[in-house]
Each structure stands twice: as C-alpha cells, then as structure tokens.
C-alpha cells in the first residue's frame, strides 16, 4: 500500500485473495471507495483479504466459503464462492478503526470500541460464546480485564 492510498498486490491469489488475479510481480489493484475512500490499512490471511479505507468501511475478497467476507450466508459450505474483486462487508455498521483477518473468520474494531466479527466459528473465532458461524457482522462483547 502506498502512501496515495494505492493497492499493490502479488502471490498465487488462490481464490481471488489478490483482488485482480495472480500475478508473481506487483501489480495495482483498484478498490472502488464511496466519496473517492482510499485504502488506509490491509489485513491478510491465507485465502482472503480484507481492507479498511479512509472513510472507515471495509472491503474483502477471496474465498467466501465460511461467510469470511461478510457477503451474508454462503450455502452452507458445499460450493466454494470466490469473489475476485473487493467488495464491502454488508453489515458493518459504525466506523471500522482496524481490521484483522484469519483464515476463516474476520473481526473489526469499531470506533465505538465494540469488535463485529463474521465468518467460522467452529473454535469460538468470534467470541460469542457459541460456535456457530454467522456470515454477517455482528458486535461482541469481549471483556477486558486490567
């Protein structure tokens, strides 16, 4: 990422987790902001990517199989979704200060304070004391102890 808010990426792009396809050299990828929002901060995991921009939205592509891109409900798992292009996180609501991507589940700091996190939640990824899955973001409560 560079200064200007511009999106280089390179790598094997296994499932569109590059935004523009694979390609071994870097290689500007173009992310569409509302209000001209410039990439701020890039978070990446092994099929996903997830980006935050200036106007505090997020952004993701990549593999979409356990609703890790905040797209709404895959079906279940059986078809794996990929979306080679970045796209918004539907359901984020409030000012995304940072994001933070794993393999399978995505979690996103609010200015708020509260944390909204998506995707697998096979081990308790998104710490809502359950582990089922949700493909949208949803606020966690995280106790924080001093």
């Not at 505090?56 to 609703?67: E, I, P, R």
């Not at 399978?104 to 990824?125: D, F, I, R």
Request: with cysteine.
């Amino acid at each position: 990422m560079t200064r200007a808010g511009s999106l280089h990426c390179w790598g094997s792009g296994y499932y569109g987790a590059l935004g523009g396809g694979g390609a071994m050299l870097p290689g500007r990828i173009t992310l569409h902001g509302r209000d001209g929002a410039l990439p701020q901060q890039i978070s990446v995991a092994e099929s996903v990517t997830c980006v935050r921009l200036t106007d505090g939205t997020v952004q993701c592509t990549g593999m979409n199989f356990q609703g890790q891109l905040g797209l709404g409900a895959p079906d279940g798992g059986t078809t794996v979704e990929m979306v080679g292009a970045f796209t918004p996180a539907v359901g984020v609501t409030g000012y995304v200060t940072q994001v933070s991507v794993g393999t399978v589940a995505v979690c996103a700091l609010l200015k708020t304070g509260e944390v909204a996190c998506w995707g697998s939640n096979a081990w308790g990824q998104l710490g809502a004391g359950t582990s089922d899955g949700d493909a949208h973001p949803t606020p966690v409560s995280i106790p924080l102890q001093p």
